[in-house]
């Protein structure tokens, strides 16, 4: 009988309950949510690739075509050397940086810190702005180029080079500070230089964050419009190109080859990024010391001069942003005015774009990080339809591979088109919302899979075990244990959202016009001085949003995160 029972039970599948059918329709749900705003969009920008102006099958001609046209092929040159040189100087600058805060005795390290992180708050387009007052034609330090222009491959670099600076230097920190001691020890005690530690210790630990923090920079030097479209003259790059053929010569279709080419070299560094930051994961030892720096007064003397010349710089171009959008008229009448900062005689912006962007970045905040969270819960949590759960999770890392322009251009093919019940969305300040959150998905689901892998499976386990709803422990448990996380996605969100050009540049109507994009059309008009009082805008919304999340966090983390402390 026992035998019996041995072969009939497990032919038995459970019943599923109440829990597993709404967590597995909820699961559902999203992949669709992601299907619809991601997958399908990047499918039917493909399928218009293929296709001429009359939406005519035409295979590979609009590639031929434009491999065909020397004057568009240069754009991809242009934008891999200027990419590469632009990365070079970035990850040096950016590991000497890093190294400077993590491994050596320098004074003043959260202060050096912060400053690196303030590019973060502003547009792109800010760096571009204040390198023409700084080296344009009426720059205040035009001579220090030599008779070089700053419209081109110069100022692209540069540009690139200010704001791209702290996204490798977050990755290249988080290397660093996984130093394994004992290693500086067994080197110690072996003789060897510092030359010869650094080069056999130092860099093989930090190879992966390296490998990261360059593909990082690349991905993003590539796939900006900002910087190239204000000081990139007639230099093509790739970003451009796709906007002049969209916008300049309404040519969809070859908007649509030039976006699938800029894709490669995009997917292709994701790919390696998720590699290299595995492979960082993996090389961690639980039995590691952490490293502890010592004094040493030439070292830290020379790392010192390093990060203040770079904090000097980055205070310069915001500085020089900042003057220029108070002078009253540049460069024959200094003295400092408001004038610029009364948008209604601005021409491209306006108060109403300021506001549109902060209600735009609330919105996507507050539901981004609802659909995230929710959404890592659901993979990481749930326990039924395994290849749904490993499906969606895959479609949550594609925004990461995908520029902005990219999925922009996705959105206008698929919801402007012909018959799509979802038309009603597009213009409007829903589909900005959508695309914000689409595009910075990727970094908010993988910081809400981090925060719920840290808390214990055993709170579920004993939920089901006394039949309390999943919703209800998700709630009065699993939330508010991880409101820190769910914190930093918001403003993670909110910040990208209000800074973001690339994304929103084919989709918003005159109704909904945003901050970034008022700083484009008034730069395009002329008004330069008011698309930098834009820009500084931008810069201190985003800064006192991040001091009020500080200030929230800090308040939320000592009423709910006192279990951390035991």
Not at 102 to 125: D, E, N, Q
Not at 184 to 203: D, H, K, M, P
Not at 276 to 304: E, F, G, I, M, N
Not at 443 to 459: G, M, N, Y
Request: glycine content about 6%.
């Amino acid at each position: 009988m026992a035998d019996t029972l041995a072969i009939v039970l497990p032919r038995v599948r459970p019943r599923l309950g109440r829990d597993e059918w709404l967590m597995g329709g909820s699961l559902l749900v999203l992949a669709l949510y992601l299907t619809v705003t991601l997958l399908i969009p990047l499918v039917v920008m493909l399928s218009k690739s293929l296709e001429d102006r009359h939406g005519v099958f035409v295979g590979l001609s609009n590639f031929v075509r434009y491999f065909g046209n020397p004057s568009l092929t240069a754009a991809i040159g242009n934008s891999l050397w200027v990419s590469a040189l632009a990365t070079l100087i970035v990850v040096t600058l950016a590991f000497g940086y890093a190294y400077a805060l993590t491994r050596s005795c320098i004074p003043f390290k959260g202060f050096f810190r912060l400053l690196a992180m303030v590019p973060l708050l502003a547009p792109s387009l800010l760096s571009a702005i204040a390198l023409i007052y700084l080296f344009g034609n009426q720059g205040a330090l035009k001579s220090w180029l030599f008779g070089a222009s700053i419209y081109g491959p110069i100022g692209i670099v540069m540009g690139s080079v200010f704001w791209t600076f702290p996204h490798a230097l977050i990755i290249l920190i988080t290397a660093l500070s996984t130093a394994d001691a004992r290693l500086y020890e067994a080197s110690e005690s072996l003789g060897a230089s510092a030359w010869r530690t650094f080069t056999t210790v130092t860099l093989p630990g930090a190879r992966y964050g390296l490998i990261s923090a360059t593909f990082v920079t690349f991905t993003l030097v590539i796939t900006d419009f900002g910087v190239p479209k204000v000081v990139g003259g007639q230099f093509n790059m790739l970003a451009t190109d796709i906007y002049k053929q969209v916008v300049g010569q309404q040519n969809f279709q070859m908007g649509a080859v030039v976006s699938l080419i800029l894709l490669l070299p995009a997917l292709l560094a994701f790919f390696v990024e998720r590699w290299a930051q595995s492979k960082q994961t993996s090389a961690l030892s639980s039995r590691a010391v952490p490293y502890q720096p010592k004094p040493h007064a030439t070292r830290d003397l020379a790392l010192l001069g390093l990060v203040s010349l770079v904090g000097i710089l980055i205070l310069g171009i915001l500085g020089m942003a900042a003057f220029a959008s108070l002078a009253k008229l540049w460069p024959y009448n200094l003295t400092l005015t408001l004038h610029h900062y009364d948008f209604s005689t601005a021409d491209g912006g306006s108060w109403a774009s300021y506001f549109n962007s902060i209600r735009m970045a609330f919105y996507t905040a507050v539901f981004g990080s609802v659909v995230v969270f929710a959404g890592a819960y659901l993979v990481e949590k749930s326990r039924v339809a395994k290849a749904l759960r490993t499906a969606t999770h895959m479609l949550a890392l594609i925004p990461m591979a995908v520029p902005g322009m990219v999925l922009g251009l996705a959105y206008i093919f698929f919801f402007n088109a012909p018959g799509n019940p979802l038309q009603f969305l597009y213009g409007s300040m829903a589909i900005l919302v959508l695309v914000s959150i689409a595009h910075f998905y990727t970094v908010s689901h993988l910081t809400a899979l981090t925060a719920l892998k840290q808390l214990d499976p055993e709170f579920e386990s004993v939920s089901a075990s006394l039949r309390t709803p999943f919703y209800r422990t998700l709630w009065r448990v699993t939330t508010p244990m991880c409101l820190p996380a769910i914190l930093d996605i918001a403003i993670y969100f909110f910040i990208n959202a209000m800074t973001t050009v690339s994304a929103v540049v084919f989709l918003y109507s005159p109704a909904t016009t945003l901050a970034s994009v008022a700083v484009l059309n008034m730069d395009d008009a002329g008004d330069t001085a008011a698309a930098a009082a834009m820009a500084m805008l931008i810069v201190v919304t985003a800064g006192g949003v991040r001091l009020l999340h500080a200030w929230l966090s800090h308040w939320l983390h000592q009423r709910t995160q006192a279990w951390r402390q035991r």
